[in-house]
């Protein structure tokens, strides 16, 4: 169903995958948008075994895109390195495919923006309790559940983690 990485000496490990996840911060959630176009939109996250959580105002491009189809992409860049001289980055990167969706049950709601919350400001229990709290209402929450994860890094740093070994 997906297609096989065409560099496969360059495909990162799932172990990996997820590694380059944990590490990131934000990336860019692509969807269906209007008229057809891709819409790619740069948000946080947070992994979660194999789900990815993000917050979202309840209504925009972004909810109207989800309403179009569940299907989406997330990219994460882990490293992206320009080295003029050799004409070629030094980059490593993770593209998460699967079926995204509006979390509904409270519970769930719940737990998603605490997680979150919890990455983004960990020494901040009272303000971000306090926060959630006050944004509650007006918050939605949206889960990608992974069906493929693809990975890739330049040769480079594939030799470099050989000899490393």
């Known amino acids: 169903m997906f297609r096989p990485m065409r560099r496969k000496r360059q495909q990162l490990s799932a172990a990996d995958c997820k590694a380059v996840l944990d590490r990131g911060t934000s990336g860019v959630l692509s969807l269906f948008g209007d008229n ?7 948000i946080n ?3 979660d075994g194999d789900r990815l959580l993000f917050h979202s ?5 972004k909810i109207d ?6 299907k989406a992409s997330f990219c994460v860049i882990d490293q992206d390195e320009i080295v003029p001289e050799e004409y070629t980055s030094y980059f490593r990167s993770v593209i998460a495919f699967g079926f ?5 049950d409270d519970r769930e709601k719940r737990r998603a923006i605490e997680l979150l919350a919890e990455r983004f400001s960990p020494e901040q229990v009272e303000g971000r309790q306090q926060e959630i709290e006050e944004q509650y209402d007006h918050l939605c929450m949206l889960e990608l559940t992974i069906e493929h994860l693809s990975g890739k890094e330049a040769m480079t740093l594939v030799k470099g983690r050989r000899s490393a070994e």
């Open 65 to 70: 895109a989800i309403g179009g189809g569940s």
């Open 36 to 42: 057809g176009y891709p819409y790619g939109v740069p």
């Open 45 to 47: 996250y947070y992994r």
């Open 100 to 104: 995204l969706k509006i979390l509904t």
């Open 57 to 61: 105002a309840k209504s925009g491009h």
